[in-house]
């Protein structure tokens, strides 16, 4: 199947609907609430959430002994969120950094639930084959019950997000300050912080423990470098979360064997490399090239001046000049007299340079509304 | 006519591990004065102004604002924190964060409205910043992030302020007009309590000075307490600080 024929099936195929519509608001409910961990400096809590997250499926599995997945979701939100508060609790109650509580959290949960994966494996039931797959993800196995818990806690999420959103963007900013206003802080933390772990929780099934962080972090991290308004910032990592789940779904469905957990965040990874690189205002290209004018400009205004400070010494402002004295001083080229002349400010008369009316007015008045314009 | 209590702090005792960082702290400060909290690295300053709003919790002690509890009385108060405190590359503007100083007023949910949005706006313009309102916080000068914490506390409309080292960073420019701020508000009959370093300026800018080192030194007026004696008692070494007048 090649991308095109993915798209013609995309409506009337039901597995393929399926998984394309949960991947999609998936990674839309992902980049919302990414946006907020990422702005928290909590970029790696999704990490330690999702890895925190294993045991719990496992506990869940050996005392049902089902493979239902809600049932093995719900394992893993409890022990995602025993995990998180207890990063809360070292962080807060110890000497320990967050990254340290954040690691070390993230590998003891990790370590356990690989250690009752093993174990399960090693029982005689025949469920057993399959928990792995929680380790990568495997969208395959999304049913249309899945996909209709995922629209309710966006639709939740969404809702709580519009509710206090005010609340959650004065905490983001200032929580102290916060606090001063009477807000119960801990109230608003927590109800920000139940939401990323219900999320990551969602996603486990469909990206798998390993990769579930990239969801909540790439998104985001792209939205940033686009905007300087919150709500847009959510917005759009709503929007690429959602993008990244349908064409990594598209592309993993028109190739045999490409698993689609890992196409997904590969997708999400071009949106953020691509919003790193050429966003207007943020990106890398964009800097250098006003890197690389400023340094043109500079040079230019270099050259103004100087002549500027010869003609002062002059009765004649537009005295005229060789070259060979011009550049004799600071070594600017005949490229850079060009430039000026073409701004009207510098005259070419045969050989020698001469400034105008206006590069003198312009050469006295650089650089001295810099204060002004700064304060 | 004896001036009321604005801030009343009995017995504060606040410790971080094991050491106290505040000891049996006594302290009244009377309605309507600019006071400036002095002390060494370390002494305990913002830490006495954040047990005062209840950010930290102390571990015995209590605060009265105008006789009744801090909690009670919250919408008194406004806190200017350090700038350093918050990430300014934090995607919002100018506007949208002196419009935070409305956010206790409106309580839980409610969204600010045009009425919020004018006062935010007078605020940054008595701070000087009412061109800048749509400017991404990141882009403003340190001056400019503090007055826009300044502008964002004024918008509370309180009785009394605090603010944690507002003259940290900022030029000779901002400085001015900061403490032109402050004595506006003490003319308006507030009371303004501040964290300072620079004890060259604090005969000319505040007229009540506490000074602090882990215990409270002495507090009172500027021009009866700030002498060579409690400097040398609260930063240990031989203070000698030629007062001008």
């Known amino acids: 199947m090649d991308i095109t024929e993915y798209f013609s099936l995309v409506f009337s195929d039901y597995t393929l609907r399926t998984i394309t519509l949960g991947t999609a608001i998936l990674g839309a409910v992902t980049g919302m609430l990414g946006s907020f961990a990422v702005l928290r400096k909590q970029s790696l809590l999704g990490d330690a959430i999702s890895h925190a997250a294993l045991p719990g499926i496992a506990i869940a599995f050996l005392i049902t002994g089902a493979k239902d997945s809600n049932t093995l979701l719900l394992g893993a939100l409890v022990s995602g969120l025993i995990g998180t508060f207890w990063i809360r609790g070292i962080v807060k109650k110890t000497h320990l950094k967050s990254d340290t509580a954040l690691g070390l959290i993230l590998s003891l949960f990790f370590g356990f639930g690989m250690l009752l994966l093993t174990f399960i494996q090693k029982q005689p039931n025949a469920n057993q084959a399959g928990l792995d797959k929680y380790l990568f993800g495997q969208a395959a196995t999304l049913v249309e019950s899945d996909v209709w818990l995922m629209a309710i806690i966006t639709g939740l999420c969404l809702f709580v997000l519009l509710l206090f959103w005010k609340e959650f963007k004065i905490l983001l900013f200032d929580a102290d300050y916060t606090k001063t206003l009477g807000f119960n802080t801990k109230f608003i933390d927590v109800l920000i912080t139940s939401f990323i772990v219900l999320a990551i929780v969602l996603g486990l099934q469909t990206v798998g423990v390993v990769l579930m962080s990239a969801m909540l972090l790439a998104p985001a991290a792209a939205a940033r470098q686009w905007t300087n308004s919150l709500s847009t910032m959510v917005l759009l990592a709503a929007v690429f979360g959602a993008f990244s789940g349908v064409f990594g779904t598209a592309i993993s469905a028109s190739q045999t064997n490409l698993s689609t957990g890992p196409v997904i965040v590969l997708v999400a990874s071009v949106f953020v490399f691509f919003s790193f690189v050429f966003s207007p205002s943020r990106g890398l290209l964009f800097k250098q090239i006003r890197v690389i004018k400023n340094r043109r400009d500079l040079e230019l205004h270099k050259t103004l001046s100087f002549m500027y400070h010869i003609a002062e010494t002059h009765d004649n402002i537009s005295h005229p000049h060789a070259i060979k004295l011009l550049n004799n001083f600071q070594g600017y080229t005949k490229s850079t007299l060009q430039k000026l002349v073409e701004k009207d400010y510098v005259k070419l008369e045969g050989k020698m340079w001469r400034l105008t009316e206006t590069g003198f007015n312009t050469a006295a008045n650089l650089y001295t509304k810099q204060s002004t314009d700064d304060e | ?245």
């Open chain 2, 1 to 245: 006519m004896k001036t009321k209590i604005a801030v009343k702090v009995d017995d504060l005792t606040v410790a971080y591990n094991y050491k106290p960082v505040l000891w049996d702290i006594d302290l009244e400060i009377p309605e309507g004065v600019l006071m400036a909290i002095v002390g060494p690295n370390g002494a305990g300053k913002s830490t006495l102004i954040k047990s005062i709003l209840g950010i930290l919790k102390p571990i015995a002690g209590s605060v009265t604002i105008y006789g009744k509890p801090y909690e009670k009385q919250r919408r008194l108060v406004a806190y200017v924190p350090q700038k350093g405190s918050v990430d300014w590359d934090f995607p919002t503007t100018a506007l949208d964060v002196v419009m935070m100083g409305t956010y206790g007023s409106l309580g839980w949910i409610k969204r600010p409205r045009q009425k919020e949005k004018k006062a935010a706006l007078e605020a940054l313009e008595k701070v000087g910043m009412l061109a800048f309102k749509g400017r991404q916080i990141s882009q403003l000068s340190g001056g400019q992030q503090q007055r826009i914490f300044l502008a964002r506390a004024l918008v509370q409309n309180a009785s009394i302020y605090f603010m944690d080292e507002p003259f940290q960073g900022v030029d000779a420019t901002t400085e001015i007009a900061i403490i032109n701020i402050l004595k506006e508000l003490r003319k308006a009959g507030k009371t303004v309590i501040v964290v300072h370093h620079d004890l060259q300026t604090v005969p000319e800018y505040f007229d009540w000075v506490t000074f602090l080192n882990v215990k409270k030194i002495a507090t009172g007026p500027v021009k009866d307490i700030f002498n060579d004696d409690n400097l040398t008692k609260t930063y240990g070494i031989n203070y000698k600080v030629s007062i001008q007048e």
